[in-house]
């Protein structure tokens, strides 16, 4: 489980922000959503407002950045650039990017960040906090050179050489690939523990659920079961491997005809029962999924193999604009799953962006469940939390968001800032 990610000079975020899942000590929904990791309370989703143009989805394309250059230091060459997006506006520019993440995995709590320039990686640390223990540092690189833990607890790198590191590439990295196992574990965590996907452009999460439904019966009856549970009409699924031919490609330039011709791609096809007269079920129809199904079907289905597959290893998934076609009640459906105990049973996180205020509840979810983002008038992003938000009573005093009151109201009418300055 994630306990925190920081980033700093990334795009619209100029200095850093912090999105931290450490629970705040109140009983809202009966202290559900979260989970227990040792001495710490993690939460189990997290819900980003703001305006467009606010930095939600740079916050969660950072994250992002950061899994995918962990993931491809190993492919990196020499003469490879690292993709530096820093912040421009401003006229005292910051010369490198900064990622950090806390997290949880069996029990044992690493921190691992670095920073990076468009050619090389500036500084780059690793610390490992065992149950019961201190947080160590483990190794942490600068321009001059690696220090390694003096008590040998990251003696897996002893023989590795710095010569042997390019300056574009992580020294975690590099380590793992020589076969040190606790930097796999760090390697294996942001590989196989998050998936980050669109609402809006959402191919691979669609792809995956097909290949699921494909090739694994029992989760392709997990993935029917959930929508069976939203109510969508949809009582059966069904997958078939088809080669593309000419037919399928009419109307496209015989460039890209060449291109996917002769390839090979997953036909879903869905089931719905038919009824007689006396409105019993009589028979079946077969649909094909992506002509037949609404569009909002279709954006569940996407993110239903992702959610199972979330859900089953207890790892973190980034939805930018979950609610985008789907109704609200199923959206907080969707929410009220990673909130459940007995239906997240791994831990699993979910974190999302948003417009849809009607999950701005207490039913839905928890006060410190909610983070807004705005800019401030050097058009820099800021993040922060509905816990720290002082509203003004008619008497003159302010107040924290209570867990009675209306929040969804008040964030509409302006009270907790972060929505857009509309002049009328």
Same mark, same amino acid.
């Given at each position: 489980?994630?306990?925190?990610?920081? +980033?700093?000079?990334?795009r619209?975020?100029?200095?850093?922000?912090?999105?931290?899942? %450490?629970?705040?000590?109140?009983?809202?929904? /009966? *202290?559900?959503?979260?989970?227990?990791?040792?001495?710490?309370?993690?939460?189990?989703?997290?819900?980003?407002?703001?305006?467009?143009?606010?930095?939600?989805?740079?916050?969660?394309?950072?994250?992002?950045?950061?899994?995918?250059?962990?993931?491809?230091?190993?492919?990196?060459?020499?003469?490879?650039?690292?993709?530096?997006?820093?912040?421009?506006?401003?006229?005292n520019?910051?010369? *490198?990017?900064?990622?950090?993440?806390?997290?949880?995995?069996?029990?044992?709590?690493?921190?691992?960040?670095?920073?990076?320039?468009?050619?090389?990686?500036?500084?780059?640390?690793l610390?490992?906090?065992?149950?019961?223990?201190?947080?160590?540092?483990?190794?942490?690189?600068?321009?001059?050179?690696?220090?390694?833990?003096? /008590?040998g607890?990251?003696?897996?790198?002893?023989?590795?050489?710095?010569?042997?590191?390019?300056? $574009?590439?992580?020294?975690?990295?590099?380590?793992?690939?020589?076969?040190?196992?606790?930097? $796999?574990?760090?390697?294996?965590?942001?590989?196989?523990s998050?998936?980050?996907?669109?609402?809006v452009?959402?191919?691979?999460?669609?792809?995956?659920?097909?290949?699921?439904?494909?090739?694994?019966?029992a989760?392709?009856?997990?993935? +029917?079961?959930?929508?069976?549970?939203?109510?969508?009409?949809?009582?059966?699924?069904?997958?078939?491997?088809?080669?593309?031919?000419?037919?399928?490609?009419?109307?496209?330039?015989?460039?890209?005809?060449?291109?996917?011709?002769?390839? /090979?791609?997953?036909?879903?096809?869905?089931?719905?029962?038919? *009824?007689?007269?006396?409105?019993?079920?009589?028979?079946?129809?077969?649909f094909?999924?992506?002509?037949?199904e609404?569009?909002?079907? %279709?954006?569940?289905?996407?993110?239903?193999?992702?959610?199972l597959r979330?859900?089953?290893?207890?790892?973190?998934?980034? +939805?930018?604009?979950?609610?985008?076609?789907?109704?609200?009640?199923?959206?907080?459906?969707?929410?009220?799953?990673?909130n459940?105990?007995?239906?997240?049973?791994?831990g699993?996180?979910?974190?999302?962006?948003?417009q $849809?205020?009607?999950?701005?509840?207490?039913?839905?979810?928890?006060?410190? %469940?909610?983070?807004?983002?705005?800019?401030?008038?050097?058009d820099?992003?800021?993040?922060?939390?509905?816990m720290?938000? %002082?509203?003004?009573?008619?008497?003159?005093?302010?107040?924290?968001?209570?867990k009675?009151?209306?929040?969804?109201?008040?964030?509409?009418?302006?009270?907790?800032?972060?929505?857009?300055?509309?002049?009328?």
């Amino acid at each position: 489980m994630i306990i925190e990610f920081s +980033v700093e000079n990334e795009r619209s975020i100029r200095d850093k922000m912090t999105l931290s899942f %450490q629970a705040s000590a109140i009983s809202d929904m /009966s *202290y559900a959503g979260v989970t227990v990791v040792g001495h710490r309370k993690l939460l189990n989703a997290m819900a980003i407002y703001g305006p467009n143009s606010s930095g939600k989805s740079n916050f969660l394309s950072a994250f992002a950045k950061m899994r995918r250059i962990v993931r491809h230091s190993v492919r990196m060459n020499a003469s490879d650039e690292l993709p530096f997006d820093p912040f421009l506006l401003s006229v005292n520019s910051k010369e *490198y990017t900064t990622f950090e993440v806390e997290f949880v995995l069996d029990s044992k709590v690493y921190k691992y960040g670095f920073s990076f320039s468009r050619t090389k990686i500036i500084e780059e640390h690793l610390s490992l906090k065992m149950p019961t223990r201190s947080l160590k540092m483990l190794f942490k690189r600068t321009d001059t050179g690696v220090e390694l833990d003096k /008590s040998g607890a990251f003696s897996e790198a002893n023989s590795v050489q710095i010569t042997q590191l390019n300056p $574009n590439r992580l020294y975690l990295s590099l380590v793992g690939q020589l076969g040190g196992q606790i930097a $796999n574990e760090v390697l294996n965590w942001f590989e196989k523990s998050i998936i980050i996907t669109s609402g809006v452009r959402d191919t691979p999460s669609s792809e995956y659920t097909k290949n699921l439904i494909l090739k694994d019966a029992a989760k392709k009856n997990d993935i +029917v079961a959930l929508m069976k549970h939203l109510q969508l009409g949809v009582d059966d699924l069904s997958a078939e491997k088809i080669q593309i031919n000419e037919a399928d490609l009419d109307g496209l330039p015989n460039e890209l005809k060449n291109l996917v011709l002769g390839s /090979s791609s997953i036909k879903i096809k869905s089931m719905h029962n038919m *009824y007689n007269e006396s409105g019993e079920k009589e028979g079946k129809m077969e649909f094909d999924f992506f002509s037949r199904e609404s569009q909002g079907t %279709q954006k569940i289905f996407n993110l239903s193999g992702p959610i199972l597959r979330i859900l089953e290893c207890g790892g973190i998934l980034c +939805v930018d604009e979950l609610d985008a076609q789907i109704h609200p009640l199923l959206v907080a459906e969707l929410v009220r799953i990673f909130n459940e105990p007995n239906q997240n049973k791994r831990g699993a996180q979910l974190i999302f962006t948003t417009q $849809n205020s009607s999950i701005l509840s207490a039913k839905v979810m928890r006060r410190d %469940q909610f983070r807004f983002m705005e800019k401030n008038e050097c058009d820099e992003s800021r993040m922060f939390n509905l816990m720290d938000v %002082q509203i003004l009573s008619e008497d003159g005093s302010s107040h924290a968001p209570r867990k009675d009151s209306n929040w969804e109201k008040s964030y509409l009418e302006g009270r907790f800032g972060a929505i857009p300055d509309i002049i009328v």
